[in-house]
């Protein structure tokens, strides 16, 4: 017991840690790391950062989680990195002793990074470590994709009956994004849209579209190849379609401003 508060105790140390992680102090970006998480050594789940070194799976993960974020912040002169604050730092060192995703743990630290530079800390707000907190890989990597859209297309696939105001819902919602292929869940983008406009950084909208040459007609014929049988079958039933518009919020452009590399959200 003795041996582990004595491991414990290290925290407080931040060469002596920052040895224990990156092995050289003198690596480039290890002093800037050093000066950024000062302010957080010691707090929250950073004080179990040297049981978790104990662990071989926990410390691959930290070591390669801190080492992205070194490489982040490795050419900033280091009078240009500032202290993170608590409010972002902690709940961020927490994650980065288990989150092995490679597109989550890239938002936490980028996110981390820009809050450990002067000139950049601004636009990295607490709230965002709870957005990244709520999203899955596979939304992770959808907004990733759509950092560069102004908005993105859809289409609700309708099976309409003749004659009358009435319709089947084949489809509710089909979005024009490239994005789809590198899913693992590819039928859960139903679920991934309405957890991103309940977080604030998309909005649906079926009473605007998009306006342009080729921007909703390989959705529509893409939705004909799929449910053409199905219209087939129905002589009183022809294949409609609503277009429609998802909007990309002026939140999730600073979210993605702060958490995404190189992002011109």
Known sequence: MEGIKDIIAEIAQTPALLKEIYGDIAKPGVQQV???????????NTILWPLVL????????????LDKYRKKIENTEEQSICEVAPEIGVPIAEKLTYVSNEELSEMYTEL???????????IAHPSFVNIINNISPDEA????????????????????????????????????VS??????????????????EGLGLIQIRTD????????????????KAIFSEIEKQHDDKSLTFLRG?????SFAKMF???CIENSIA
């Open 54 to 65: 104990l662990n071989e799976k926990a410390r691959i993960t930290l070591e390669k989680n």
């Open 141 to 176: 990597i959808f907004v990733r994709s759509i950092q560069k859209m102004s908005g993105i297309p859809f289409i609700e696939v309708r099976l309409k009956i003749h004659g009358k105001n009435e319709w089947i819902t084949l489809d509710p919602m089909k979005p024009g």
């Open 245 to 249: 518009k998802i909007e990309i919020t």
């Open 179 to 196: 994005c789809l292929g590198e899913l693992k869940y590819q039928k859960n983008i139903h679920a991934y849209i309405s957890n991103l």
């Open 256 to 258: 993605m401003n702060a």
């Open 208 to 223: 605007i579209f998009m306006v342009g040459e080729n921007i909703y007609e390989p959705l529509e014929e893409d939705a």
């Open 112 to 122: 981390l990074a820009n809050a450990s530079k002067c000139h950049k800390a601004n």
């Open 34 to 44: 050093g000066k950024a998480l000062n302010t957080i050594l010691g707090l929250g």
